[in-house]
């Protein structure tokens, strides 16, 4: 691993297109489609399309628990976005969501469809769809809300900071990784407390809180993310170790999890899903051709 150069940034930016980071080949500095493809429609009323990363995982956790809480309403088309081969770039998926990253959702139970993006606003607008994993008490609502956006505003220091300066860069930069590493340990600590206080984020009650802020800060807790778990001492953080373990035992999260997953054991992996039954044909599938 060669040692950060010196660089003084020229007067004016320019595209490098090869700059050797992780996801250089996806990133571009335009937005807007790069070729036409028109997304897939199944038979159910919402169509979601994702890939199990972080971001993706909470829209498949929240539709699990959807069904597995009875809202029949709630069954759902989970077709795969491979980010990156670019189908984030179709036009058929930029309509669904212009800023063109996973996960989008398609409504189709009404007389128009409804399109929404961004992960935070699709646990929302089910939520709000299916009055669930919401509190309807003003407060404790407000209280879910505000540990929603401390997600949005948060896990891009942890992923997007943390992750790719310690993961992901071409070179290990140590001013980046310890300011990152700072500001993670910080939002484990203000996560440890308030978990320490309550047993869910938004207080009695398990909501789209936890669901989203569960797979981006329990992957790291676990050591499945960046194989950080022991550079950040992750076992310091004892409540926070007690909610991930808790959440994680869920039985609708462990489907919701497998929601779009190309990546990792193959029996996590279920690429899209159009059934309840599809949980269990595909996984036994894998598990016989893996034999
Ligand atoms: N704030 C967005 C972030 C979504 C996001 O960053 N998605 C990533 C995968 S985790 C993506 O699709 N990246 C593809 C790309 O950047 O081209 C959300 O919460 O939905």
Redesign the pocket.
């Known amino acids: 691993m060669s040692e950060a150069p010196a660089y003084t940034p020229p007067k004016v930016w320019t595209w490098d297109k090869g700059n050797g980071g992780a996801?250089a080949n996806?990133?571009r500095p335009v937005a807007g489609p790069t070729h036409e493809k028109e997304l897939p429609v199944g038979r159910h009323p919402l169509q979601l399309y994702s890939?199990a990363?972080?971001?993706?995982v909470k829209v498949g956790v929240m539709l699990e628990e959807l069904l597995a809480a009875g809202h029949k309403g709630a069954e759902y088309d989970a077709w795969l976005i491979r980010?990156n081969e670019g189908d984030?770039f179709g036009s058929g998926f930029v309509g669904v969501n212009p800023?063109?990253?996973?996960?989008a959702l398609m409504d189709r139970s009404g007389k128009e469809p409804v399109r929404v993006?961004?992960?935070?606003a699709i646990l929302l607008y089910l939520a709000e769809k299916f009055g669930a994993f919401l509190p309807k008490d003003h407060v404790a609502r407000t209280e879910a809300l505000s540990w929603l956006f401390w997600q949005?505003g948060s896990a891009p220091f942890l992923g997007g900071g943390f992750g790719h300066f310690f993961a992901y860069a071409p070179i290990k930069i140590e001013y980046a990784i310890n300011r990152y590493a700072m500001e993670v340990k910080r939002q484990f600590d203000v996560l440890d407390r308030r978990l320490g206080e309550v047993e869910y984020l938004a207080g009695k009650e398990y909501s789209i809180a936890d669901m989203a802020v569960w797979p981006w800060y329990g992957a790291v807790i676990k050591g499945e993310a960046y194989g950080a778990a022991e550079f950040l001492q992750v076992s310091e953080y004892k409540n926070l170790v007690r909610w991930t373990d808790q959440i994680g035992a869920r039985p609708a999260v462990k489907r919701g999890r497998m929601v779009n997953r190309a990546m990792g054991p193959l029996e996590e992996q279920l690429h899209e899903r159009h059934d309840a039954s599809d949980f269990e044909t595909k996984t036994q599938d894998k598990l016989q051709k893996k034999e």
């Open positions: 996801f996806i990133n890939l990363t972080p971001n993706g980010i984030q800023n063109s990253k996973i996960p993006f961004e992960s935070g949005m």
